[in-house]
């Protein structure tokens, strides 16, 4: 199988490679929201950022798109190359094995412009897959690392068939607990989606210093996912986000914000009012937001995103990711990792790129 490797820099890179990069999310069926070309858009929408450092590796067959490895190149005494945005992970169809192959050649080809690789929450499989092909190839790898896990719900079996399988003590308290918010009055939720979202957005944003977060000091949303977050709210396509509100008597007390794409409904960040926890409005907001991704068409899985405490006693499942670390077998490469190995490196260690901070929310205890 005769496969080509390029690499495609800097800032316009994205959209040159849009097109095959649309075609791979379509003929991955291990692809998931975190490889969808809009979120590596988003996480760059700032292109003053570091979006000149990209490094898209294209893998053809005959001309055609079968695998892609997005990477950002992170400069200093160790030059890094990272996934390009959280999760972004391997895209790849057909023989994967061959496309790792192919990948960790061009790698190895080129070890003169890079020291160390770091690839943060691949799916396992993938990571062996690519962790073989550069063992191969010569390249020497770290064991893979657990990196983050996600919890989740298959909704096979409707609303009705969920709450079958969830414990007697869960379906117990479930009722009594999302209802205690209506104490304080008329409680409604309202969906904003498509053009409304954008102005609801702000609205979102204004929950933030009255929410749980801020009551753990965790009062602010990094600015660069506040960014990312409205650039896929202004630019709706593979990844459509909604944004939910609960009101009581009219006003808003908590708010999720969601990402539906390609059949799974990503539950990203709530907000609740942290002066009504008493009666429990972050619960009632989650029951709202699962009967929601229950009722969306074609919905097949609902994301939690991370596996908080709160997020596995909803969950029917939790899936775990690793990372993959690699060294480059040139002289600058073999020194950093004997460096790394003497835990005495030759410079400041520069981590990879911050996952979404939903990733690593402690739980809402309303």
């Known amino acids: 199988m005769n496969l080509t490797v390029s690499c495609t820099s800097g800032a316009g890179a994205i959209g040159q490679l849009r097109a095959d990069w649309q075609a791979l ?20 929408a700032d292109a003053g950022l570091d979006a000149a ?5 294209l893998v053809q067959h005959d001309a055609q798109p079968v695998g892609l490895l997005p990477l950002l190149e992170q400069g200093g005494a160790t030059r890094r190359w990272v996934s390009a945005s ?14 790792c192959r192919a990948l960790a050649g061009w790698l190895q080809r080129q070890a003169g412009r890079w020291d160390q690789l770091l690839l943060d929450d691949l799916r396992p499989a993938a990571a062996r ?23 989740f719900i298959r909704t096979d079996g409707g609303w009705a068939g969920y709450l079958a399988t969830q414990g007697p003590h869960f379906r117990h308290r479930l009722k009594p607990q999302t209802r205690k918010i209506e104490r304080l009055g008329p409680v409604t939720c309202r969906r904003h989606a498509g053009p409304q979202a954008a102005s609801a957005y702000d609205e979102f944003l204004r929950l933030e210093p009255r929410s749980w977060k801020a009551a753990q000091d965790d009062t602010r949303l990094p600015e660069r996912e506040r960014q990312a977050f409205r650039w896929l709210i202004e630019h709706p396509g593979s990844v459509q986000p909604e944004l939910l509100f609960l009101d009581v008597a009219g006003q808003p007390v908590a708010a999720m914000l969601s ?3 390609a059949g799974c409904y990503h539950l990203f ?12 409005p972050g619960r009632r907001m989650f029951l709202e937001a699962i009967q929601h991704g229950f009722a969306l068409p074609g919905t097949v899985e609902i994301s939690f995103v991370g596996a908080y405490p709160f997020a596995r006693a909803w969950a029917t499942g939790v899936r775990s990711h690793v990372q993959l670390q690699a060294w480059s077998s040139s002289w600058r490469g073999r020194l950093r990792r004997w460096a790394s190995t003497r ?9 990879p790129p911050v996952p979404l901070p939903v990733l690593q929310q402690e739980q809402p205890h309303a």
């Open 25 to 44: 999310m379509q003929a991955d069926d291990e692809a998931g929201l975190f490889q969808a070309v809009e979120m590596c858009e988003a996480w760059h």
């Open 53 to 57: 450092q990209l490094r898209l590796l």
């Open 86 to 99: 959280p999760r972004a992970g391997l895209l790849a169809c057909g023989d994967r094995d061959a496309v």
């Open 129 to 151: 897959r690519l962790q073989a092909a550069l063992m191969q190839h010569g390249l020497a790898t770290e064991p893979s690392r657990p990196g983050g896990e996600e919890a």
């Open 259 to 261: 990402l539906a794409h």
């Open 269 to 280: 960040v709530t907000y609740f009012d942290d002066a009504l926890r008493a009666w429990y």
């Open 343 to 351: 835990q005495a490196p030759l410079e400041p260690t520069r981590p």
